[in-house]
């Protein structure tokens, strides 16, 4: 590896990422039934039919899991908080839930580990998926409830907080291409979403507010978008996926707008009154998370809006098939802080890749993954050179984990998980980010 601490600025903080279904295990501790369970329960949604009932098993390990945090000399923590845990019928607070976060909390902190969290990545309480999810208006209302009980207990400790990690995946995947859990392919169900996920992140975020919290942000994952040749309609769709991707959600919450282009697909579908919800969903955040991880090639594919495709690239790609392709990740930075947010910091949020890691002679090497975060490291070191407030780097992901409709097949971690025992295994990139991370 080419870069150590010593390169980024004081103050830079170094991070590694998880989120609760992925690693907690929701079998325990009164967690209740997501809209996960569901998905992956209905045959052929996720690989092997495969649920996160157990995952990591982090919910009864989580004090091991810390040290391995604290052993790699992170600065931040980036975990979430299960809505699911923390009131299992959607509405109803469950007391171990919140003590478990409290435990949690108090375990970063013994250890100087910041702690930095997400309220909502993607296990959403069946009983609200029962009254249409992120459909229904109403979610935001329920969301700044629940980000109320969770943050009334342990937002005192928190570094930063951001309400939704990843608003495309809840709303785009999730509802237009049903890949994700709910499962929807629907048109309609997506312009809600859309929608309504800003809208329960500008109340959260006001909620928080009055709670007296600051350090508050978004997380957005971005995803680069070039055509795939040079031809106009090309480009167009290109700017489509880009419009839809990236554009829609950093312009909601910083431009108080939606791009025409979207605009020009999802209009018809829209809630009534979407125009008017701009002062919450604007609601001002202190930092910027940006989640980046590949790019796209996108092509005219015909057939109905938003009528593209997606084409093969010719770059080296992980084992989940995606391009390599850090130079998106210094456009995004430099892009986002020109066009959107200005001096607001920024910081990244989750970046890494899969790899079919195995253990040999009781070590894991894992040089793809070293090579991506060098060259991830690289554009920041551009970013940061041309004046991008960009004030952390955080990587996903802490350990294997279960990558959703891919099962616990893709592992994304630094740390291996045999699933079989549980037993955790650094690999080769955390012992070299540990020195490097070192003071
Ligand atoms: C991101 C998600 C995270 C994980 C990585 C690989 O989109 O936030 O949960 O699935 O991708």
């Given at each position: 590896m080419t870069y150590t601490r010593a390169d980024f600025p004081e103050g830079f903080d170094f991070g590694v990422a998880t989120s609760s279904y992925q690693i907690?295990?929701?079998?325990?501790?009164g967690a209740g039934p997501t809209h996960w369970d569901d998905f992956a329960a209905t045959?052929?949604?996720v690989k092997n039919a495969?649920?996160?009932?157990?995952?990591?098993?982090h919910y009864h390990r989580f004090e091991a899991d810390m040290d391995l945090v604290a052993g790699a000399n992170f600065d931040c923590y980036r975990f979430s908080t299960s809505w699911a845990r923390v009131m299992p019928d959607g509405f109803t607070v469950n007391p171990e839930g919140l003590d478990f976060y409290d435990r949690l909390t108090d375990a970063m902190l013994a250890r100087g580990i910041k702690p930095c969290a997400t309220?909502?990545?993607?296990?959403?309480p069946s009983p609200i998926a029962d009254r249409g999810?992120?459909?229904?208006?109403?979610i935001a209302d329920w969301f700044a409830d629940y980000t109320h009980a969770i943050m009334s207990r342990i937002g005192d400790r928190m570094h930063s907080v951001a309400p939704i990690n990843e608003p495309w995946c809840v709303a785009w995947l999730s509802?237009?291409?049903?890949?994700?859990?709910?499962?929807l392919r629907d048109i309609r169900a997506t312009a809600r979403a859309m929608h309504h996920v800003l809208l329960a992140h500008g109340k959260a975020i006001q909620t928080m507010r009055g709670l007296g919290l600051s350090n508050l942000g978004a997380v957005f994952n971005l995803e680069w978008a070039d055509p795939a040749d040079d031809s106009l309609e090309a480009a167009e769709k290109a700017a489509l996926y880009d419009g839809i991707y990236n554009r829609w959600f950093l312009g909601g919450v910083f431009k108080g707008e939606y791009p025409q282009n979207v605009l020009g697909g999802l209009e018809p579908y829209m809630?009534?009154?979407?125009?008017?919800d701009f002062g919450t969903i604007g609601t001002p955040v202190d930092w910027c998370g940006l989640n980046y991880y590949t790019r796209k090639l996108i092509a005219p594919s015909g057939?109905?809006?938003?009528g593209f495709k997606e084409v093969e690239g010719p770059l080296e790609k992980t084992l989940m098939g995606w391009e390599i392709y850090p130079e998106g990740l210094y456009n995004f930075l430099t892009r986002t802080a020109r066009?959107?947010?200005?001096?607001l910091p920024l910081i990244v949020t989750e970046n890494g890749l899969a790899s079919p890691d195995v253990i040999e002679n009781g070590a894991i090497e894992d040089p793809q993954r070293l090579a991506y975060i060098d060259a991830h490291m690289h554009s920041l070191q551009r970013a940061l050179a041309e004046g991008v407030p960009l004030r952390g780097y955080y990587l996903w992901s802490l350990m294997d984990n279960?990558?959703?409709?891919?099962?616990?097949?893709?592992r994304f971690g630094l740390v291996h998980v045999d699933?079989?025992?549980?037993e955790r295994t650094p690999k080769a990139s955390y012992h070299a980010l540990a020195k490097r991370l070192g003071r």
């Open positions: 907690e295990g929701h079998g325990f501790g045959p052929s949604n495969e649920n996160g009932r157990l995952a990591c098993d309220l909502y990545h993607w296990e959403l999810g992120w459909r229904n208006r109403d509802h237009f291409e049903g890949y994700h859990a709910p499962g809630p009534d009154g979407w125009q008017d057939g109905a809006w938003p066009e959107y947010t200005g001096t279960y990558e959703w409709a891919c099962g616990y097949e893709q699933f079989e025992t549980l």
